[in-house]
Structure formats: structure tokens, C-alpha cells
């Protein structure tokens, strides 16, 4: 199977290839594109970092920066790849963020330079002058080891201090190859389904039906944060590969009444753009996913589908009650994202059947909260070592419903049902330790390993309900003084 993308300024075919052959091995082994460079294979220190350009849902252009070391090849068909090597007009010229990291001596030996000017120039493409706190978010997911953060930023702020290239001509380029994109999209016609296939590239829902129909020992691969790690490091084989990167109808994210429906294609990015104006404490706890990288390429399915114990997301949507539907070629179900953990290892998903949605209850209005947090061994960036995620509504003359979930303390996310349980009978307060620690060591007998003793994680469950018990108090209060 032939697939096409733009590379820099040039079009390229490539057929016949190993479907696990990554962007990075691509631009440095066939094209000689060594300024992309690898540290980690592993997509946490932004060495590799390049832009992708695709094709939104609401069909506009949009850039993101992504991890190639993890990306295969066949994810970037349709997109428009701009490496590091393509950022400046001409070889003899320097882009505005190259020229600032030179002047701010924002490099000593330069190998993760070009990461961090290409994290840099992603977020000056979003916007010309971007706040130093967003600068510091895009910049979450590279790793400098002897310049040191200060004159990086210093030469991210002078970049975007200046006006060496207007706003009219960045959309004259956006423009072009929005353009280019879309006659690339609309020249490729239905994939073949050919049973023999080593991967298949779907462009529908229907193809996707079709084709796990005839392979059921397909792996479906989206943003590959997690099983480009399976190849790069695991070395295992994940053939038939299904990538579903091109299926706009499940990154479609819809706002209704009284709940969300989201696509399990949606990226964090994605979410980022609307989930937090109804769940404000995603916010914070989306931007402790990974690094810009991560987050531009990791969906939503694929952490579900993932069944970690320590996935970022479940602890979230078992907490809000979310559904989520799940369909093959001849059916769709619909059940609680908590049911779907069955056990460590062990997700409710037949070989034919893929996550195609979510639904997600909104707050309600009056009485009820979300509050979530994430503990690990750094703030950004990593795996978690426990996360929770504590639901309530709260009734003024009857039991309020709470759903309290932590990821990280069992084999799957899961509910503490008897600290529910004794929250709803409301047999402690803030200063009853002793009853929490009981409860939380009812529902719980975590594991001990590198990020954290069994010990460890109990305390810290204890004391992230804690602080919660005292944001519930305060918010109590507040209410309170306001009044009816």
C-alpha cells in the first residue's frame, strides 16, 4: 500500500514498507534529516521532535508537535511534516526562534536544541506572542541536560518579542498547504481490504467494521504514545496494524444538554479545548499528561483501551459515571467505563470490536464537584503513582452520591466503595485520619514497586482524601456566606 505525505517543502511516496518503521528512523536513515534527533525512544525528552500538520474535523489546518521516535510511518499519510531542517525559509537563513537561541545562549553541546526550537515554534505558530506560562507548558516535554531552562525561555520570550514574521504571512503558508492537503486527502480513494495486508489505513467507521472484521488479531493503533513503546522497546510484533488516524468521525467532540460525547480519537489536546470549561479541574490535570507531544498525539480510547491501572483518564471518567459505546460490524453496546476493568490485564473488548465514544454526565449545577489529583515522581511528564478522582453531589436532607476512584492502588482504577461508604453515613471529619486510613485499607492492598511502596500509596490515598475533605469544607462555607 502506497501512502503519501508532504515533508517540508517535498511530496512523498513510500510503499512497501515495514509499517513499524518510525517517522524519526524515516527522516534520519532514508532522507539524511539528521538535526531530528533520538534520545529516549520513548517520547519523553522531545529530541525528535517534529510538526505535524493535518486536517482538523471542523476542516481547518492545524500544527501540533509530536515525539517521531514513537510515530510509524503510516500515521503521518495525509499530513504535511516539518522537520527541523525545514523551518527556515532557505539553508542560508535562520528562523526567529533559531536566531533567539543563539543570542540568549540557549545551547552548549546543541543535541536537544532542535527539539526545543521546534516545541518553540509550535507554540509561536498557535500564537505570534504566546504568555511565558504557556511557553513553560510547551517546553514540558523536552529535556535539557547542561544548558539549564533559563536562557531557553529567555530566548523563547525574546522570539516572541519580535515581529520578524508577520502574522499574514504565517496564514499565506497555512493557507498554501491547506490547500496542498486537502487534494492530497480527496486523490486517495477507499483503502483496498485486502486480507493479507501487514496494515490498513480506514478513512470511515465502515472500512474500520470491515476490516477487524477479517482481522481480529489486529492491533488498532491512534496517537501510538503507548505502543510505539511496545516496538521500541518491548520488540514486540503488533501485525496487522490498524491506523485509525484518518477516521474524522471519531475525533468529533459534541456538547449537549446534560453530557459530552467525545470520540475516542480525540487527543488530550482535543479534550483540553473544551472538557475543562465544564470540569474546571481537568485543567490542571490534563496539563500533568505527558508533555505537548504526548498530549497532541495521545487519545482518549487508547488510554481506556490501554487498561492500565495507572491510565490517566479512568480514574476521571469512572468518577463522572461516563459510558462509553463500544461496536463491531454487526453491533454497538453501551456500558460504564467502570465495568469495563474486569481485571489487571483484562479489559471487556472481543478481538472484533473497537471504543468508538464516550459519554460523559456534565456537573450538575447546584451541589456537586469534581475534584482530581495526580501524584508523581515529578509533576509533569510522568506515570502516575497514585491518582484519584472524588465526585459528589451534595443534598442538603438526604445522603449525597459520591463516586471516589483511584488509579495506581489496585490491578485496574477502581472505586473505594467503603470510604464511600462511610463518607455517605458522614462518620468523619477532616480530622478523623484514623477512619480513613481503615477505610482506604478496606478497598485497597496496593502493590510495592520502583514508584512507591505498598505503605507509601496507602498514606498518600489518605492524604489526597484529606485535602479533598478541605476544599469540601471550604466550598461548604462559601456556599454558606452567599447564601440562597
Not at 477487524?212 to 516496538?231: F, K, M, P, Q, R
Not at 487498561?307 to 463491531?328: E, F, Q, R, W
Request: proline letters at 4%; aromatic letters at 8%.
Amino acid at each position: 500500500m502506497e501512502i503519501q505525505f508532504y515533508l517540508n517543502q517535498d511530496l512523498i511516496s513510500v510503499s512497501n514498507r515495514d509499517p513499524t518503521q518510525t517517522l524519526l528512523d524515516f527522516l534520519r536513515l532514508d532522507r539524511k534529516l539528521t538535526g531530528t534527533k533520538e534520545g529516549c525512544a520513548e517520547g519523553d525528552c522531545g529530541a525528535c521532535t517534529v510538526l505535524i500538520g493535518q486536517i482538523n474535523v471542523d476542516k481547518e489546518l492545524v500544527y501540533r508537535t509530536a515525539n517521531a521516535c514513537i510515530i510509524f510511518l503510516p500515521s503521518v499519510a495525509n499530513c504535511h511534516i516539518i522537520s527541523i531542517e525545514g523551518l527556515a525559509s532557505n539553508s542560508s537563513d535562520l528562523h526567529p526562534v533559531q536566531q533567539a537561541m543563539i543570542e540568549a545562549s540557549g545551547a552548549q553541546c546543541g543535541f536537544c536544541t532542535p527539539g526545543f526550537v521546534m516545541s518553540l515554534y509550535g507554540v509561536w505558530l498557535k500564537e505570534p506572542k504566546p504568555s511565558k506560562q504557556k511557553i513553560l507548558n510547551s517546553l514540558q516535554g523536552n529535556l535539557c541536560r547542561c544548558t539549564g531552562y533559563g536562557p531557553i525561555i529567555e530566548a523563547a520570550l525574546k522570539a516572541t518579542q519580535g515581529n520578524t514574521i508577520s502574522n499574514s504571512e504565517v496564514n499565506m503558508q497555512k493557507k498554501k498547504w491547506k490547500k496542498k492537503l486537502a487534494e492530497l486527502v480527496a486523490s486517495k480513494k477507499a483503502i483496498s481490504l485486502d486480507r493479507s495486508g501487514s496494515f490498513f489505513l480506514p478513512k470511515t467507521i465502515s472500512e474500520l467494521k470491515e476490516i477487524l472484521c477479517h482481522n481480529e488479531d489486529g492491533t488498532i493503533v491512534a496517537g501510538s504514545t503507548d505502543v510505539g513503546l511496545w516496538v521500541n522497546k518491548a520488540f514486540r510484533s503488533i501485525e496487522p496494524i490498524i491506523f485509525i488516524g484518518q477516521i474524522d468521525e471519531l475525533r468529533q467532540i459534541k456538547v449537549q444538554k446534560d453530557k459530552i460525547n467525545v470520540g475516542s480519537l480525540a487527543s488530550y489536546t482535543d479534550l483540553m479545548a473544551t472538557l475543562p470549561k465544564h470540569f474546571p479541574a481537568l485543567k490542571q490535570y490534563i496539563n500533568q499528561i505527558g508533555g505537548d507531544q504526548i498530549r497532541n498525539m495521545g487519545t482518549i480510547g487508547g488510554n481506556i483501551a490501554n487498561g492500565s491501572p495507572i491510565g490517566d483518564m479512568a480514574p476521571v471518567l469512572i468518577a463522572l459515571g461516563a459510558k462509553m459505546v463500544i461496536v463491531n460490524h454487526v453491533r454497538s453496546r453501551k456500558i460504564n467505563v467502570e465495568s469495563f476493568f474486569q481485571s489487571y490485564g483484562c479489559q471487556d473488548l472481543k478481538p472484533n470490536e473497537f471504543i468508538r465514544s464516550f459519554e460523559i454526565p456534565l456537573l450538575k449545577k447546584q451541589g456537586s464537584l469534581l475534584s482530581l489529583y495526580k501524584v508523581a515522581k515529578r509533576r509533569y511528564e510522568d506515570i502516575s503513582t497514585v491518582s484519584a478522582a472524588f465526585y459528589l453531589e451534595h443534598f442538603a436532607e438526604k445522603e449525597p452520591r459520591v463516586r471516589f476512584v483511584f488509579g495506581g492502588m489496585a490491578g485496574i482504577p477502581k472505586r473505594a466503595k467503603a470510604l464511600e461508604k462511610v463518607y455517605s453515613r458522614k462518620a468523619f471529619s477532616t480530622g478523623s485520619d484514623h477512619i480513613i486510613s481503615k477505610a482506604i485499607a478496606m478497598d485497597f492492598n496496593p502493590l510495592t514497586d520502583c514508584r512507591g511502596s505498598s505503605k507509601f500509596r496507602l498514606k498518600l490515598a489518605q492524604n489526597l482524601f484529606i485535602k479533598f475533605l478541605l476544599y469540601v469544607n471550604d466550598r461548604i462555607e462559601i456556599d454558606v456566606e452567599k447564601g440562597p
